[in-house]
Each structure stands twice: as structure tokens, then as C-alpha cells.
């Protein structure tokens, strides 16, 4: 069996592992990644963010067409569908990203290998495959990522009842879906073949759609995708799901069984720690999966480290990123950090949802004193030279310092207009920072300017 030896081995190719091989190459280590798969990028790239969004963009253009150009003065006589069409889109655009990590392996000299890899000892991982090779490192950094969560009675088979890589590829529009789980991954999924033609039903076990952002943001959302023809149960357990035939049996506890066509198992991600030889260097998860790390993403075990979903905490390619940047920034004897205060997260629904930093319901709990400054869209010009007069921003101050706890914004380009509100909150602004900087005129970054005067009870263009 062959073996090599590069100073630095990392395992796994998604937004952990191909971005620390190549800052790690720029810091002059000699760096090997191994993923599983022929296409680096991970899940995010491959089955996740980046192919849910094109078909998010394209589901959103075809309903756009088919309901709302003729308000814009544009007499179209018919719109047809082609799925299949819109799914080599979607395959294009992976394959030209996947293709870019390539290029940058090459050129910043990492050394790629594809194949299953697993640990054999402290010092080395074995890459599975046709032709097996044994890496040896003098550094190991284990980024492997996440993959759905099952749900106890579903009885998934990649088809009829699958997950969300099953429901970015099916073969025609179901009319009746049915989606487990009101969170992100439900709720954008749900959305995409809603808008095609789909009768999208959802079953969340909690109170509300979207646990974990901001309650108020999470209210708008539901009654906005009520009106969009999105049926939506909560406080709903479901007890198992099954193929018949041709169809799908979803049993509900304490309700009757929903007959549909497909179903889409949305219950969230769990670390994918699962048969990677860790028993084979002492390492142990917790109970649930995750592997603990200290400060600088080192684990129990000297120079092994992991970053990414693996670690737990949020589970965003960008936090990923960040994570691995900064853990072999870290291992190069560079003084660098990672707040995690300041992560945002974003809905790519539409309208879409974004946030960062504590919900309105935390600041709440740790009774945290705060003011509040919203700007609805309705007041904005360019939302309304959009046709998006829906939605809001808000922002949380200290009620003392006035330092900007969290920004939540529910609307058009929402994702977009984040960034400000988190560039803002690392430099430690205040809402008086965000309200005395000019924003240009007319854009809906004038949004977050409105609720920031809001804040102080100095808005301008709200009542």
C-alpha cells in the first residue's frame, strides 16, 4: 500500500475542509484534503446551499411570470415549466463551482485525494478507495461535516420519502408534498416546489416554524407563506411514514393519516462522526455525535483537530470557514479570533430572513434592558420600486450603551442586507453609528439606516 506524508492532512472536502486546506497552503504548510467524493465543496456545494438557492432563484422567477409580471405592464400569454431544464441549471452551477476548488487546489498547491477516508492513528489516515493510500501528517484536522437527521417511523427510501437531497432532484413536481420539519431546509425546500405546483403541507413538532430565530420574524414568516398557499401545522408529531404503491401514508399522532405523494424529511443535520476510525485514536463524541474541542479547534487528542459542524454550535458554512481559518491561523502562531456573537443566518425564502446576533425573545429572558427601532419595507422606496413593500428590519440596542445586541430583517434581499448590521455589531456600534452614516439613496439599506433612528425615536419616513 502506498504511503505519503504531507505536514498537514485534512479530512473532508466541504466549507471546513477545502477552505482550511487553502489558507493553510497560503501559510506555507505542505496540506493534503480528502473527501469521499470526486467533486469537493461538501454538502453545501454539492447537495445544499448552493443548488437549494438555484432552484430557490429559478422557482421565484417562474412564479414571478406566472403572477405578477402583468403589474409591471408585461402581457406574457403562457409560461411553461421545464423541470428538467431547470435542474441542469442548477447541475451547471455546481459543477462550475466544484470545478473552482479544483483550480484552487492546483494552484495553491494542495494535494487532493478522493476516497474514504479514515483514521488509522494519530499520525495517519488511510484513503479507501480502488487504489488505497496512507497519508501521514504531522497535523490532522477532521472537518466532516453533517448529514439529515432521521426521524424515528420515517421509512426513508430516496425516492417517494426522502431528504433534502432527495428533494433537490425530483423528477417532476408532486402534487401533494409533504414536509417534516418548519425549519430552514423545510421551509425553503417547501417554498421551491410550492411555487411550481405543488400542495405543500408542513408538520413542525414545535409552536412555531423556524424555533430558532427571532419569535416576531417567525410570526411574519407564517402568516406570509399562509397567504403564498403553504399549509402549515405546528405543535404536530409525526408518528411514521411509509410508501404505498405509488403514494405516501403520513401518520400524525392523534390525527389522521395525509395521503401524498412525496415526502421531505426536514428534521435538521447531525454530526457525521460515524465510522471515521476514531475509536482508533482514543477520541470520543457525546451522545450526540459531536467531538469537543478546545479554544484552538484542538481535540483530546494532541495536534488532531476539527472545526466546522462536526463541533457542533451552528451548523452555517460560513461559521465552518471562519472555524477552520482561524484554527490554522492558530496552528501557524498567528493571534487571531472568531466571534461568535456576530454569525448571521439567513432564510433564503421568499421574503427572505435574516439575523444575527440575540433575538428580542433572549434579550427577553436574561432580562437584558434594550430599546427597539423597526423600519417597516412598506416605507421604503426602493422596496416599493421592487414590488417587496413586505417586511421589516429591527434593530436591539443596549438601553444604556446603546451597542447593537441583534439585527433581524424579514424581506426582500434581506440575505444582503445583513452584512451591514454584521459589520457594524464587530466593530462594537452603536445604533447612533448605523443612524449617522449616510446610505445611498434609494436602496433598502436606507431600512436598517430608518430603524437605527427609530432606536432614539428620530425616525424620519415612519409615523
Not at 261 to 279: C, S
Not at 368 to 373: F, Q
Request: proline content about 3%.
Amino acid at each position: 500500500m502506498k504511503t505519503v506524508r504531507h505536514e498537514l492532512v485534512v479530512l473532508g472536502g466541504g466549507p471546513a475542509g477545502y477552505v482550511a486546506a487553502i489558507r493553510a497552503a497560503q501559510l506555507g504548510f505542505d496540506t493534503a484534503c480528502i473527501d469521499e467524493n470526486t467533486q469537493f465543496g461538501g454538502t453545501c456545494v454539492r447537495v445544499g446551499c448552493i443548488p437549494s438557492k438555484a432552484l430557490l432563484e429559478s422557482s421565484h422567477l417562474y412564479e414571478e411570470a406566472t403572477q405578477r409580471f402583468g403589474e409591471h405592464g408585461l402581457k406574457i400569454s403562457s409560461v411553461e415549466l421545464d423541470l428538467q431544464a431547470m435542474m441542469d441549471r442548477k447541475t451547471k452551477i455546481v459543477d462550475t463551482l466544484t470545478g473552482g476548488i479544483d483550480m484552487l487546489f492546483k494552484k495553491k498547491k494542495v494535494t487532493p485525494y478522493c476516497g474514504r477516508g479514515k483514521l488509522r492513528d494519530v499520525n495517519s489516515i488511510i484513503v479507501e478507495g480502488d487504489e488505497p493510500v496512507v497519508i501521514e501528517a504531522d497535523r490532522i484536522l477532521l472537518c466532516t461535516g453533517s448529514v439529515p437527521a432521521s426521524l424515528r417511523g420515517v421509512e426513508e427510501d430516496g425516492d417517494r420519502i426522502g431528504n433534502s437531497t432527495t428533494a433537490l432532484s425530483f423528477p417532476e413536481v408532486p402534487e401533494r408534498l409533504v414536509v417534516i420539519g418548519g425549519g430552514y431546509i423545510g421551509m425553503e425546500l417547501g417554498s421551491v416546489w410550492n411555487r411550481l405546483g405543488s400542495e405543500v403541507i408542513v408538520l413542525e413538532a414545535a409552536d412555531r416554524i423556524f424555533p430558532g430565530i427571532d419569535a416576531e420574524m417567525a410570526k411574519l414568516a407564517h402568516r406570509t407563506f399562509k397567504k403564498q398557499g403553504i399549509t402549515i401545522h405546528t405543535e404536530t408529531f409525526v408518528q411514521s411514514a411509509r410508501v404505498e404503491g405509488d403514494k405516501c401514508i403520513v401518520q400524525v399522532k392523534d390525527g389522521d393519516a395525509i395521503t401524498c405523494d412525496r415526502v421531505l424529511l426536514a428534521t435538521g443535520r447531525r454530526p457525521a462522526t460515524d465510522d471515521m476510525g476514531l475509536e482508533a485514536i482514543g477520541l470520543e463524541t457525546d451522545r450526540h455525535g459531536f467531538i469537543a474541542v478546545d479554544e484552538n479547534f484542538e481535540t483530546a487528542v494532541e495536534n488532531v483537530f476539527a472545526t466546522g459542524d462536526c463541533i457542533g454550535g451552528a451548523m452555517l458554512a460560513h461559521k465552518a470557514m471562519e472555524e477552520a481559518v482561524v484554527c490554522v491561523e492558530r496552528m501557524a502562531g498567528m493571534h487571531t479570533h472568531l466571534n461568535y456573537d456576530v454569525i448571521p443566518a439567513i432564510v433564503y425564502t421568499h421574503p427572505e430572513i435574516a439575523s444575527v446576533g440575540k433575538m428580542e425573545d433572549e434579550l427577553k429572558a436574561a432580562g437584558v434592558e434594550y430599546n427597539k427601532g423597526v423600519c417597516p419595507f412598506g416605507a421604503n422606496g426602493r422596496a416599493r420600486t421592487l414590488g417587496e413593500p413586505d417586511g421589516r428590519v429591527k434593530i436591539l440596542a443596549d438601553a444604556k450603551t446603546d451597542r447593537v445586541l441583534g439585527v433581524h430583517i424579514i424581506g426582500a434581499r434581506a440575505g444582503d442586507m445583513i452584512a451591514e448590521a454584521a459589520a457594524a455589531m464587530e466593530f462594537g456600534a452603536s445604533s447612533e453609528d448605523i443612524a449617522r452614516t449616510c446610505h445611498a439613496h434609494p436602496t433598502l439599506s436606507e431600512a436598517m439606516h430608518e430603524a437605527a433612528l427609530d432606536v432614539a425615536g428620530r425616525a424620519i419616513h415612519t409615523a
